[in-house]
């Protein structure tokens, strides 16, 4: 496997199971919370709750599992393990009753090995988390994903996140106390925004012992309040090398052991206003382009900590 300057997932899933593992992303009917009825509201950069682009949220989940699990069978092969990963919306915000016949559904297939839950800070009350840790008794890997976003209030007040980061502090502290896995998300260039307010937020998430992190650039999309905002005036957004420079401070003081997830976005091309390394085809040269810096500066993740 290649030697990488940072942890990444898959090599996190190849020492602790010996097979691959690969996520299964399935799109409910969950809402958010923090959205009116009419999905209006919510996030200002927020499209659609992140729904990918082939998900249909009107699929039963049976139908999306097995799907996605015949299609990467197909390309991994038969023992390829699975994490049912819950990306859309806000993925508690039901009934616990509801939550447990839609957790305990995926499940179902033999090969899969755990689920990975996407929710918002204010949106995961002690008796979900119970829930979640429960299926840790059946041997299963339970990932829980909070959004940040950002450690700054007012950016969290300008974006409309409609938690604070004390919220946030506060759910990493409940989970913490259990046997889930926490993973966690910040956005570099959120507007108004500098690389001192990026730092903070990964100085956060480093030091409430979070398992992994996720770190996207911002990305501005068309039918969002940003993208409005964008079109009647364009506001600054980071050229490709700011990012990567970013994205290699962020790596370099993160602890040793944190996975890193993820650092690129793959927007909807047909949507995306702005920036072009938000497409899909960019997930490569990112990556290279970081590989590239932390060689050039010879350090890797933990090298500031
Ligand atoms: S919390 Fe998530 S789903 Fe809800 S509005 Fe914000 S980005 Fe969208």
């Given at each position: 496997m290649e030697e990488l300057p940072y942890n990444s997932l898959r090599e996190y899933y190849a020492v602790k199971y010996r097979e691959r593992v690969q996520k299964i992303t399935v799109s409910l009917p969950f809402t958010c919370p923090h959205m009116a009825e009419d999905g209006?509201?919510?996030?200002?950069?927020?499209?659609?709750?992140?729904?990918?682009d082939l998900n249909d949220p009107q699929l039963p989940m049976a139908?999306?599992?097995?799907?996605?699990?015949?299609?990467?069978?197909?390309?991994?092969?038969?023992?390829?393990?699975?994490?049912i990963y819950f990306q859309t919306y806000t993925n508690t915000n039901a009934p616990l009753k509801t939550l447990k016949k839609i957790y305990d559904e995926a499940f179902n297939h033999m090969n899969v090995i755990g689920i990975d839950i996407g929710t918002r800070p204010d949106c995961a009350g002690d008796e979900v988390l119970k829930l979640l840790d429960s299926y840790c008794d059946l041997g299963y890997e339970v990932w829980i994903e909070f959004g940040l976003q950002s450690a700054n209030d007012d950016t969290l007040k300008a974006v409309?996140?409609?938690?604070?980061?004390?919220d946030f502090i506060d759910a990493l502290?409940?989970?913490?106390?259990?046997?889930l896995k926490i993973a966690t998300h910040m956005i570099v260039?959120?507007?108004?925004?500098?690389?001192?307010?990026y730092m903070k937020t990964a100085r956060l998430i480093a030091s409430l012992g979070a398992h992994a992190?996720?770190?996207?650039?911002?990305?501005?999309?068309?039918?969002?309040?940003?993208?409005?905002r964008y079109k009647k005036k364009p506001f600054g957004i980071l050229s490709l090398d700011d990012?990567?420079?970013?994205?290699?401070?962020?790596?370099?003081?993160?602890?040793?052991?944190?996975?890193?997830?993820?650092?690129?976005?793959?927007?909807?091309?047909?949507h995306l206003l702005a920036p072009n390394y938000c497409k899909p085809e960019y997930k490569a040269i990112i990556k290279q382009m970081l590989i590239a810096e932390l060689k050039k500066r010879g350090t890797r993740q933990g090298f500031r900590v």
């Amino acid at each position: 496997m290649e030697e990488l300057p940072y942890n990444s997932l898959r090599e996190y899933y190849a020492v602790k199971y010996r097979e691959r593992v690969q996520k299964i992303t399935v799109s409910l009917p969950f809402t958010c919370p923090h959205m009116a009825e009419d999905g209006t509201g919510g996030c200002t950069y927020c499209h659609k709750g992140s729904i990918p682009d082939l998900n249909d949220p009107q699929l039963p989940m049976a139908m999306q599992v097995a799907t996605g699990i015949a299609a990467a069978q197909k390309r991994y092969g038969p023992d390829t393990k699975f994490i049912i990963y819950f990306q859309t919306y806000t993925n508690t915000n039901a009934p616990l009753k509801t939550l447990k016949k839609i957790y305990d559904e995926a499940f179902n297939h033999m090969n899969v090995i755990g689920i990975d839950i996407g929710t918002r800070p204010d949106c995961a009350g002690d008796e979900v988390l119970k829930l979640l840790d429960s299926y840790c008794d059946l041997g299963y890997e339970v990932w829980i994903e909070f959004g940040l976003q950002s450690a700054n209030d007012d950016t969290l007040k300008a974006v409309n996140r409609g938690h604070t980061a004390r919220d946030f502090i506060d759910a990493l502290k409940r989970a913490g106390k259990t046997r889930l896995k926490i993973a966690t998300h910040m956005i570099v260039g959120l507007p108004g925004e500098t690389k001192t307010d990026y730092m903070k937020t990964a100085r956060l998430i480093a030091s409430l012992g979070a398992h992994a992190i996720k770190i996207h650039p911002l990305y501005v999309m068309e039918g969002t309040a940003l993208g409005d905002r964008y079109k009647k005036k364009p506001f600054g957004i980071l050229s490709l090398d700011d990012y990567i420079e970013v994205l290699a401070d962020i790596i370099e003081i993160l602890p040793p052991g944190m996975i890193v997830m993820r650092y690129s976005s793959e927007a909807i091309e047909s949507h995306l206003l702005a920036p072009n390394y938000c497409k899909p085809e960019y997930k490569a040269i990112i990556k290279q382009m970081l590989i590239a810096e932390l060689k050039k500066r010879g350090t890797r993740q933990g090298f500031r900590v």
